[in-house]
């Protein structure tokens, strides 16, 4: 996956691209394969670190607010399902947004689903995992830690031995 454009219209663009064949591409990705998938190709896992490297060039980039105003003007414009108002500051957790672009109208992923995955995601994210290392973290890591809510401080005891924590 190439960088998101650096010029406000580039991004634009990457963003109105990744809504309009986001959604078509993972909608035939998450039906029920013919054969078992290794967890690093299983599609919901394709769609997670997708969703993670795109978040990670957001919050790299502090263009979380613009993410969400641009996923709730495209949907509203889709007559797709709004979000919902209890939706996570976008500072806080990107990664519901981008899930939220990526696969805006996609009947195969709950709302539950993508709440839990995208706090999955932002635990990943603050502990500095990298794109492709970021499934295995989520399935070796406790599932409880990595999908809870706001930033409380919990990191993983490896993470506090090597980093200082502001």
Request: charge should be neutral.
């Amino acid at each position: 996956m190439r960088e998101l454009g650096e010029r406000k219209h580039d991004f634009i663009w990457d963003l109105e691209q990744l809504a309009e064949k986001g959604g078509k591409i993972f909608d035939k990705l998450l039906k029920p394969p013919a054969l078992e998938q290794p967890p690093f190709w299983k599609p919901a896992n394709v769609l997670k670190r997708s969703v993670y490297r795109i978040g990670q060039q957001i919050a790299d980039r502090q263009e979380e607010a613009f993410l969400a105003e641009f996923v709730q003007n495209y949907m509203s414009d889709w007559k797709n399902p709004l979000v919902r108002k209890s939706a996570p500051h976008p500072e806080e957790n990107p990664f519901f947004w981008c899930y939220h672009l990526l696969a805006g109208g996609c009947p195969h992923i709950s709302r539950d689903q993508r709440s839990k995955s995208a706090r999955q995601l932002v635990y990943a994210y603050r502990h500095n995992i990298p794109t492709e290392l970021v499934i295995g973290f989520i399935m070796q890591c406790k599932h409880t830690e990595a999908s809870r809510g706001p930033d409380d401080g919990l990191r993983e005891s490896w993470f506090l031995t090597d980093h200082q924590i502001t």
